[in-house]
């Protein structure tokens, strides 16, 4: 990325002020919400509008026109004026410094050929201006670094390390949905729209350099120019790792993504073939690409395959075990000295192999003395741990019920919840001091986030996952990602 690049996505991202052109006092209209949003997350820097009858909204001036607006005191513009007016605009903004421009406006390629010679011509004016043009049709921008959270539509997630791009503007929302649902948060989010000048690969690559992004994460509709979209993404993928969701991967699909952003969507076998010889990570839904971003951002790369997976119950197990033979991992058949030191801390009843089942005997120190044993031992590459918050459950029952109090359940209910959080607390200290992925897995992370256990997988600053199989499936993508940096060397 050259200089000029990183300095209008700098601009882009974390401006020293911005301009929404066409902003409104209508509640209803984009240009009220993105004024709005960008004011109600209490964006550091200085907030212009214009629109064309003046007066104020929101408590901001709105001015007739940008030449109104003082030279040199906003390098982004977020154009929600139509589209007659939107390349003189540019020419405005350029004249008063302006260096970044969204543009939320649709009605361009996305609506067929009058559309896309009105997008080329907008294109061409920002080429011939020198602003850095992202959009049109898209729905926004969010940099938590900033604060600055310009969109039509919620939410704002919380602070984190994953950047978004994303052809949609909807899949960019989920994305930050599920980052408030599971507490992995976010550092710059992005719907590149119809992408006239921008793509997807650009925002990848920025994200790659940029010292608050430690994973990118993107949807993808449609591919343009194949050979510069392979280039984009490997070296980005170089730098940190890439997740990558497809559109458009069906017949239907393609359909579909051709009159949303006016895509033109690519063969699945031969997206899929590019993705894996650039070391990009390919996900199959938007959860599971999720997951690999924010287990990405939250826990370090296996060094080998091995997993050991640590239950408090037989189902789960043996449910992971399948899980585990079917993906690219393996179930690790537990060496004799593991075996005979697990053997010293837990009752006969245990199950003597991998799963590590309990059989329901942990006693109070059985849990973390074992999730201790694992992280030590060389043979061990990664944990899966089942069972979290099983026991705080059973102590939101009896919390909840009209034995709570006199009959002695308050001892039991605060060990049990004490406990669950310490299981937590533990999994994510073995990992640290390890360097090896220890994964948390229950259904209570969807069911009662707030339990014990999930939550204090999410204090630790980890993912819980829903299911052991989601958990496999993230753990398999470190070690694609693993086996990808052990191939060239850099791990």
Wanted: aromatic fraction near 6%.
């Amino acid at each position: 990325m050259s200089a000029r690049d990183a300095s209008a996505f700098a601009a882009l991202f974390d401006p020293g002020g911005v301009i929404v052109a066409g902003a409104s006092s209508h509640p209803g209209k984009f240009g009220f919400v993105v004024l709005h949003n960008i004011l109600r997350h209490a964006y550091r820097g200085r907030v212009f509008a214009t629109n064309r009858e003046g007066g104020e909204i929101l408590g901001v001036t709105a001015h007739t026109g940008v030449d109104c607006i003082p030279d040199g005191v906003a390098d982004l513009v977020f154009v929600c004026t139509p589209i007659g007016a939107n390349a003189e605009l540019l020419r405005a903004c350029a004249r008063k410094g302006v260096r970044a421009a969204f543009v939320m406006t649709s009605g361009y390629a996305e609506t067929g050929d009058e559309g896309r010679r009105a997008e080329a011509e907008l294109a061409s004016v920002a080429e011939e201006v020198g602003i850095l043009l992202a959009g049109p049709n898209g729905q926004g921008i969010v940099s938590t670094p900033s604060s600055l959270c310009a969109q039509m539509v919620a939410p704002y997630p919380p602070p984190g390390r994953i950047g978004i791009a994303s052809q949609s503007g909807n899949i960019v929302s989920s994305f930050e949905n599920l980052a408030i649902r599971s507490g992995i948060g976010v550092s710059r989010a992005v719907s590149a729209g119809n992408a006239a000048v921008v793509g997807i690969a650009d925002y990848l690559e920025f994200f790659a350099a940029d010292p608050a992004t430690d994973v990118g994460l993107a949807y993808l509709e449609g591919v343009r120019d194949g050979r510069a979209l392979f280039e984009a993404l490997r070296r980005a993928a170089r730098e940190q790792p890439l997740v990558l969701v497809q559109g458009g991967a069906t017949a239907g699909g393609r359909r579909a993504a051709a009159s949303h952003t006016g895509a033109l969507a690519s063969n699945e076998r031969i997206f899929s073939g590019m993705c894996r010889q650039a070391g990009v990570n390919l996900a199959a839904t938007v959860e599971e690409a999720f997951d690999a971003a924010a287990t990405f951002a939250t826990q370090p790369l296996p060094r080998g395959p091995n997993v050991a997976v640590l239950t408090t119950a037989g189902g789960w197990g043996v449910l992971t075990a399948d899980s585990l033979v079917r993906s690219e991992l393996s179930l690790l058949t537990l060496p004799d000295d593991l075996r005979a030191a697990i053997d010293a801390l837990l009752p006969p009843r245990w199950s003597h192999g991998n799963p590590i089942d309990l059989a329901a005997s942990e006693s109070r120190d059985t849990i973390p003395d074992v999730l201790e044993l694992l992280g030590k031992h060389p043979a061990v590459h990664a944990v899966i741990f089942l069972g979290s918050g099983v026991q705080s459950n059973q102590a939101k029952l009896m919390r909840s019920g009209q034995f709570s109090s006199g009959h002695g359940l308050e001892r039991i209910i605060e060990f049990h919840e004490r406990q669950d959080a310490r299981y937590a607390q533990v999994a994510a200290a073995v990992s640290a001091a390890s360097g090896k992925p220890v994964l948390v897995a229950t259904e209570l992370a969807a069911t009662d986030p707030d339990n014990p256990g999930p939550r204090t997988v999410r204090d630790t600053g980890k993912l819980c996952y829903w299911s052991a199989s989601r958990a496999v499936t993230a753990l398999e993508h470190l070690w694609r990602r693993a086996r990808f940096l052990q191939r060239r060397g850099q791990l």
